[in-house]
């Protein structure tokens, strides 16, 4: 592992936001962890060699807290900083555990980049992640927030995680059905057991060759690109570059502009919910049937419907090609971007009556981390 200290959240976040963190430890294997963790909530000494082999200890109070950060695509730094310990999970690797006759179970381990990972399975001519290429964070990321796009979600494929839990002091394997996994929100990010888990590594189900491979209709516009563009052959790879060309033409990419991805959440209601309903049938949004019965609206529509496409609000740009994503044009702070959100949101509750929710997390200590029961 390496210790590093007073390292800006700008440097270490897509949106290119925030303060110092007083900690940094890069996690090069799952076994460091429930040192790292000992050394924030009990309080005392941690050790690394440096350079020239010579133990460099430092040391921390009681109840310091700690978050576990992959990427920083999906994630937002304050300007407060973080007064703790920024867990860097960094260990790398990708291997084929099990295999059936038209399955194969591979494991990645939590560092390992997410797109990496996808590239992996397509070469392989492994189905069930294809459509989720070009999506910036980690395989440790993944199911924390159920990241989806373009048809497919992690949920759907995940077998189980292995993670560090950080009340039993042991190392645990939580299978898909205790994840709690729905749109954005699983164990890990939401309820009481928020934060508890830090996961190591993570295994996937996926379908092998062109066994039970996808067939259309596709997402809407993954469907436009594949008829525009003739291709029929649904293979991984061709769905791969398929949604890679997507993403190019409508996303930025993080290493050349500041954004977080996608930073407000679409809106989920059940059918019998006549409130949202009316609510929804009154934007004059289209209305889409979900998994599990549910109905859904495009957030960036309502966004482009408010006439807020492509604005620029305290330095955030709206994007031009996708509502929903917010640009770190020329914002200078978080309070800038609190700004600019709280313009937003406003806007679409005044005029729809939707209170829309952002998608990135903000890295601030939670009672887990302070050791809080």
């Given at each position: ?15 290119r ?8 430890v ?5 076994m460091d ?28 109070e ?10 920083g ?11 703790g ?14 295999t ?39 395989v ?6 159920n ?14 995680v292995e ?15 205790e ?7 699983t ?6 057991e ?23 209709p ?8 594949l ?52 609510l929804?049938?009154?934007s ?13 609206i ?9 006439g807020l ?11 031009d090609k996708?509502?929903?994503i ?11 971007l ?7 949101t ?10 829309i ?13 302070l050791?809080?029961?």
């Open positions: 592992m390496k210790i590093l200290e007073n390292i800006p959240l700008s440097k270490l976040t897509t949106m936001l925030g303060g110092e963190a007083r900690f940094v890069e996690v090069e294997s799952k962890v429930p040192a790292i963790i000992n050394w924030a909530e009990k309080g005392g000494e941690l050790g690394e060699p440096d350079e020239n082999g010579k133990i460099k200890v430092i040391t921390t009681k109840n310091t807290p700690w978050f576990v950060l992959g990427g695509a999906n994630t937002i730094g304050r300007d407060t900083g973080f007064p310990v920024i867990i860097l999970m960094k260990n790398r690797g990708i291997d084929i555990i099990d059936t006759e038209d399955q194969v179970m591979v494991w990645g381990e939590a560092g390992e980049n997410w797109d990496d990972f996808v590239k992996y399975t397509v070469e392989h001519n492994f189905s069930g992640v294809e459509c989720l290429a070009k999506i910036p964070g980690t440790g990321a993944a199911p924390v927030q990241i989806g796009a373009y048809g497919q979600e992690v949920s759907q494929v995940i077998d189980h993670a560090y839990d950080t009340e039993a002091h042991e190392f645990v394997i939580i299978g898909r059905d994840m709690k996994m729905s749109y954005r929100e164990l890990f990010n939401t309820g009481d928020a934060g508890r888990y830090i996961i190591t590594g993570v295994a996937f189900v996926l379908y092998d060759g062109d066994f039970e491979p996808l067939k259309p596709f997402y809407a516009s993954l469907q436009k690109y008829d525009e563009h003739n291709i029929t052959d649904y293979s991984p790879s061709n769905l791969y570059n398929a949604v890679a060309e997507i993403r190019k033409e409508k996303l930025p990419d993080p290493n050349d502009k500041a954004s977080s991805g996608s930073f407000f959440k679409n809106i989920y209601f059940a059918p019998d919910d006549e409130k949202m309903m009316r929804a049938e009154k004059g949004c289209t209305i889409y049937d979900k998994p599990n019965g549910r109905k859904m495009n957030t960036g529509a309502l966004i482009e419907k408010a496409k492509g604005a620029l609000l305290h330095g955030m740009r709206v994007s996708a509502a929903l917010l640009i770190n044009e020329n914002a200078k702070s978080y309070a800038d609190d700004a600019a959100r709280a313009e937003i406003d806007k679409i509750y005044d005029e729809y009556g939707f209170k929710k952002q998608e990135p997390v903000e890295i601030i200590p939670n009672k887990k981390s050791g809080a029961k």
